[in-house]
């Protein structure tokens, strides 16, 4: 299983790959999965606003794609002095492929700031059990 600090370092080089050319603010985020594969990805946006996509969903489909769907851990790296915890959109994505319990951990340039659980940021979700799946 890759070491926290291996994801943290993954994040890293996945944010400077962000394509934030309209906020400037660049995000990252690495997941590693339960068989210890780690998978990033980074913010896209566009000239049409909306349609820009977070970090977080990069690297969630990059797992998927690659044949993953369970998230055991992730790592997200913003900007500036403040917790870039993960929008409230991408607490919902991430839901579907994590338990409550699963970490995500914020961090900045010199390291992991905060770790909280999906259930702390994302407490008494809808999920896939609602809907009788999984
Ligand atoms: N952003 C992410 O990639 N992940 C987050 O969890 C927070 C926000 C991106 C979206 C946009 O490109 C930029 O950060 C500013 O909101």
Redesign the pocket.
């Known amino acids: 299983m890759p070491s926290l600090d291996t994801l943290f370092t993954a994040a890293k080089a996945i944010q400077a790959r962000a394509y934030?050319p309209y906020?400037r603010?660049k995000?990252g985020a690495a997941i590693v999965t339960p068989n210890g594969q780690v998978f990033t990805g980074c913010?896209v946006?566009n000239a049409a606003y909306p349609v820009?996509s977070?970090?977080?969903a990069g690297a969630i489909s990059a797992m998927l794609a690659a044949g993953e769907s369970r998230i055991a851990e992730i790592v997200?790296m913003?900007e500036g002095d403040n917790l870039?915890t993960?929008?409230g959109g991408?607490r919902q994505r991430i839901r579907e492929f994590a338990a409550g319990d699963t970490p995500i951990h914020i961090a900045g340039p010199e390291g992991i700031r905060k770790s909280f659980t999906l259930e702390e940021l994302l407490p008494f979700s809808f999920g896939p059990d609602n809907l009788g799946a999984r």
Do not use: R
């Open positions: 934030a906020s603010f995000v913010n946006e820009g977070c970090a977080e997200v913003g870039v993960p929008c991408c």
